[in-house]
């Protein structure tokens, strides 16, 4: 009754690596490396500049509405 030894940890992990496979895991791992460095990225306090701001405004506000007709009348 106490933590696991490294013999433990070591069936473990060829048990998952069994059961899921080496690609899956690495695909894992890049996806959450990836998350992490997006969050880093996200989380960064700079300023952008007042003209990419109204560049990006001014792109969303290019919407087209479109009304379909209905030609079984």
Do not use: C, Y
Not at 11 to 24: A, D, N, P, R, Y
Request: glycine share 10%; charged share 25%; net charge positive.
């Amino acid at each position: 009754m106490g933590s696991f030894s490294i013999w433990h940890w070591l069936i473990v992990l060829v048990i998952v690596m069994l059961v899921f496979g080496t690609k899956k895991l690495r695909n894992m791992g890049q996806d959450l490396g990836g998350a992490v460095k997006g969050f880093k990225d996200g989380m960064k306090t700079s300023e952008e500049p007042k003209e990419q701001i109204q560049q990006t405004a001014a792109t969303a506000d290019k919407t087209v509405d479109v009304h379909a007709k209905d030609v079984n009348k």
